[in-house]
T-cell receptor, first 110, second 111 residues
Framework: NAGVTQTPKFRILKIGQSMTLQCTQD?????MYWYRQDPGMGLKLIYY???????DKGEVPNGYNVSRSTTEDFPLRLELAAPSQTSVYFC?????????FGPGTRLTVT | DQQVKQNSPSLSVQEGRISILNCDYT??????FLWYKKYPAEGPTFLIS?????DKNEDGRFTVFLNKSAKHLSLHIVPSQPGDSAVYFC??????????FGKGTLLTVNP
């Protein structure tokens, strides 16, 4: 079991560029989540999904989009990257309250 | 408005002593609480949880206490070990398994 995997580990984007952060889980979990963590802050929920084809906004969705076409994959799309999106992004999955996290993607927008 | 608060950014304890990490919440709809541990450059890992119908849950060296009337929970680590040095996040959930996290407390256990 690989658990939750995220790619890439690191990325530097120029302002206005777009990219997709990949997230895959092999635990057959229905629930998947995207968080961002800024320095000195807790994790803030960007988007979540309760199953394939169903997504909903979290606390900080602006500037992001998601899709969930399969149980395993939950990609996060950044359109028109801005410096405020510089952060560490974590994907997680769960079948209940206990969420399992990936190792994170460190994104810098300059 | 922070719904989950960890008021101590950092805590330092000696190896073998007790570590007590605190967490307060404001939303009375929260009914499930979790603690996560995070090492640098890694994702958070689940440590221990407690339902609102309980006031204590133990797992080895880790015990979580919940005081619903005070909207307060704490994590006790006994005895503390250097490998416990990490950032500890408190999280709370009310529905849909969505979690609201505190800002975290950096625990340093000195040998």
């Amino acid at each position: 079991n690989a658990g939750v995997t995220q790619t890439p580990k690191f990325r530097i984007l120029k302002i206005g560029q777009s990219m997709t952060l990949q997230c895959t889980q092999d635990m057959n979990h229905n629930y998947m989540y995207w968080y961002r963590q800024d320095p000195g802050m807790g994790l803030k929920l960007i988007y979540y999904s309760v199953g394939a084809g169903i997504t909903d906004k979290g606390e900080v969705p602006n500037g992001y989009n998601v899709s969930r076409s399969t149980t395993e994959d939950f990609p996060l799309r950044l359109e028109l990257a801005a410096p405020s999106q510089t952060s560490v992004y974590f994907c997680a999955s769960s079948s209940g309250w206990e969420q399992y996290f990936g190792p994170g993607t460190r994104l810098t927008v300059t | 408005d922070q719904q989950v608060k960890q008021n101590s950014p950092s805590l330092s304890v000696q190896e073998g002593r007790i570590s007590i990490l605190n967490c307060d919440y404001t939303n009375s709809m929260f009914d499930y609480f979790l603690w996560y541990k995070k090492y640098p450059a890694e994702g958070p890992t689940f440590l221990i949880s407690i339902s609102s119908i309980k006031d204590k849950n133990e797992d080895g060296r880790f015990t979580v206490f919940l005081n619903k009337s005070a909207k307060h929970l704490s994590l006790h680590i006994v005895p503390s070990q250097p490998g416990d040095s990490a950032v500890y996040f408190c999280a709370a959930s009310g529905s849909n398994y969505k979690l609201t996290f505190g800002k975290g407390t950096l625990l340093t256990v000195n040998p």
